[in-house]
T-cell receptor, first 117, second 113 residues
Framework: KAGVTQTPRYLIKTRGQQVTLSCSPI?????VSWYQQTPGQGLQFLFE???????NKGNFPGRFSGRQFSNSRSEMNVSTLELGDSALYLC????????????????FGPGTRLTVT | QKEVEQDPGPLSVPEGAIVSLNCTYS??????FMWYRQYSRKGPELLMY????GNKEDGRFTAQVDKSSKYISLFIRDSQPSDSATYLC?????????????FGEGTQLTVNP
């Protein structure tokens, strides 16, 4: 079974530009979450989509947005890039848990490393 | 103050040692407690999870959760050089509230041959 794939793997952008990152979840997984990982802040939750609906949103400015398509693939967009947006952006997918003692077991992709200059 | 606190290390141990990794948290709503392992330039990989308080063992790994103290631990027995990675604790609330994970900063572990 193929894992979570993210494209592109590396990206260099200039301040003020916008960027779109893509995530293809594991087949059958309908929940997709995005995280930002930086050396100073660690892994921080951006947002979660389930069946094309945003279910949760983290504490990030409105420049960060996302969407999910009917095939569960997801994209996130960052507009008006700032130097501080340089980070590893991780996507995770999961199945809906079957029982009370089972969490959403999230499987992460390799990430997209975004550098803003 | 962060919801989840984890000593970033680095932690360096000899091969065969028992490793103890810990996190504390402040949010009483957390119900699920996970440990992820992340190798350099890779995404995090789920090692194991525990629901509520208690212990769980999987091979050389044992996870412990003490909700009364808001303290979780991961023990690695007979550590191997291949265990060298960053270990992240993560927590989530009820599944009805979605899959959102709150992570600790991660502890960088090196196991020396």
């Amino acid at each position: 079974k193929a894992g979570v794939t993210q494209t592109p793997r590396y990206l260099i952008k200039t301040r003020g530009q916008q960027v779109t990152l893509s995530c293809s979840p594991i087949s059958g997984h309908r929940s997709v979450s995005w995280y930002q990982q930086t050396p100073g802040q660690g892994l921080q939750f951006l947002f979660e989509y389930f069946s094309e609906t945003q279910r949760n949103k983290g504490n990030f400015p409105g420049r960060f947005s996302g969407r999910q398509f009917s095939n569960s693939r997801s994209e996130m967009n960052v507009s008006t890039l700032e130097l501080g947006d340089s980070a590893l952006y991780l996507c995770a997918s999961s199945l809906r848990p079957s029982g009370g003692s089972t969490p959403y077991e999230q499987y992460f992709g390799p990430g997209t490393r975004l550098t803003v200059t | 103050q962060k919801e989840v606190e984890q000593d970033p290390g680095p932690l360096s141990v000899p091969e065969g040692a028992i490793v103890s990794l810990n996190c504390t948290y402040s949010n009483s709503a957390f119900q699920y407690f996970m440990w992820y392992r992340q190798y350099s330039r890779k995404g995090p990989e789920l090692l194991m999870y525990t629901y509520s308080s208690g212990n769980k063992e999987d091979g050389r790994f044992t996870a412990q959760v003490d909700k009364s103290s808001k303290y979780i631990s991961l023990f690695i027995r007979d550590s191997q050089p291949s265990d060298s990675a960053t270990y992240l604790c993560a927590m989530s609330g009820a599944v009805t509230s979605g899959s959102r994970l709150t992570f600790g900063e991660g502890t960088q572990l090196t196991v020396n041959p």
